[in-house]
């Protein structure tokens, strides 16, 4: 399906499902990623291609793209699902794609491109309002630069986009470190432990902080990963990548998509010889967006999940590696609040052309607004 703007002919928007994404496309979709305004990770051709092979053909992701014709440039991309109701808008409406796996959702937008991006968006909503009665954006980075905008230029366009704050998410701004890195920000027992840890561990052999940096040993990282997680706690429950067939064909399927890019970071954390921790990261832009972790049972007195995350931060800082910031994309009340400094705002939004809809997500806003506030009495 393609939509054309009437303000500005340049402008068009199309509707695709996964299979219609050809190499050009993939490859407009993965700079668009790299070089939008705000990056993330879950929005990236790897992740929603993989998200795809494990999908019925009539469950597949809806890709809403927009094109500037003039420039045969890709300006802005978004990821939903087709849902009858939710509890923000009992209405038929599309909402940011649904997937166990994504943590974080949005849209991808050409920073010299906004405003045209923002009036072809509106438009397409008001003139399918019948169709589609909003989006609803759910695990949104609440203080996104592009989230901000929007708002103000839907309230100036007779709509809306309400958003609504629901927790912080840990994070860390690698460039407001001080010198003397994370420590800086703990508790004097904090700086304690880490070092009765790391002492503890280094009695297995010296340690080490890797990136897998050679693409030819992604399959056997990853195996090692995954072996490592399905021993743990998350085997015993089920959420292992490995647990269920989907999983590891989501998980293999973007590994394999991420062979040409930078987009799958694998670190790995060691004393001797021995893997003590590892994790997979999405890298988007400049950004570093934490997606699994997982250690060896073995170490688990010497916290190595924690020693995992003060080392990757020691190491792109000592490496000098082109990141601004790690997301945790973890939730509230994590154990990296009590190591990382900064906080990412995660809230949902609901983006509204249509009168009803708009009228109906105010008071469903409304609604959730009160229950909070009863909750904090109580």
């Known amino acids: ?222 195996s090692h990963f995954l072996r490592l997680e399905e021993s743990s706690w998350k085997g015993e429950i089920g959420t292992a990548l490995q647990s269920t067939q989907k999983d590891r064909k989501f998980i293999q399927h973007l590994t394999h998509q991420s062979q040409s890019s930078d987009y799958l970071v694998i670190s790995q954390l060691l004393a001797g010889e021995d893997i003590v921790a590892t994790a997979l990261n999405f890298c988007s832009g400049r950004e570093l967006f934490a997606f699994k972790i997982a250690w060896d049972d073995r170490f688990v007195k010497c916290s190595p999940g924690i020693l995992h995350e003060v080392a990757l931060v020691d190491y792109l800082i000592s490496e000098q590696l082109p990141y601004d910031r790690i997301d945790s994309c973890s939730s509230a009340g994590s154990y990296l609040e009590n190591l990382w400094p900064n906080r990412v705002a995660i809230g949902s939004g609901l983006l509204c052309m249509n009168k009803l809809a708009r009228g109906t997500g105010k008071m469903i806003s409304q609604m959730q607004l009160l229950k909070r506030w009863m909750t904090n009495l109580t």
């Open 1 to 222: 399906m393609i939509f054309s703007s009437k303000s500005n002919l340049d402008s068009e928007l199309l509707i695709l499902t996964p299979d219609q994404c050809t190499t050009d496309f993939q490859r407009d979709w993965k700079k668009l990623e790299q070089e939008s305004l705000s990056g993330n990770a879950f929005l990236s051709p790897e992740f929603v291609l993989s998200l795809a092979t494990i999908r019925p053909r009539d469950q597949q992701p809806i890709i809403l793209a927009c094109r500037n014709r003039q420039r045969n440039q890709l300006i802005g991309l978004g990821v939903f699902d087709q849902v009858n109701a939710t509890k923000a808008l009992p209405l038929p409406h599309w909402i940011s794609v649904n997937c166990p796996h994504s943590y974080r959702s949005g849209l991808l937008i050409a920073e010299n491109s906004r405003t045209e991006f923002y009036q072809l968006l509106t438009e397409f909503l008001k003139e399918k309002q019948d169709e589609i009665l909003g989006i609803e954006f759910r695990n949104l980075r609440f203080n996104s630069q592009w989230a901000q905008e929007l708002r103000e230029f839907t309230a100036e366009n007779r709509g809306s986009f309400r958003l609504l704050p629901e927790s912080e998410s840990a994070a860390v701004d690698l460039r407001l470190l001080p010198e003397k890195g994370l420590p800086e920000f703990w508790s004097t027992s904090r700086r304690k432990s880490i070092r009765k840890n790391q002492n503890r561990l280094s009695k297995n052999g010296p340690i080490q902080f890797r990136l897998i940096e050679n693409k030819s040993e992604f399959d056997v990282a990853l």
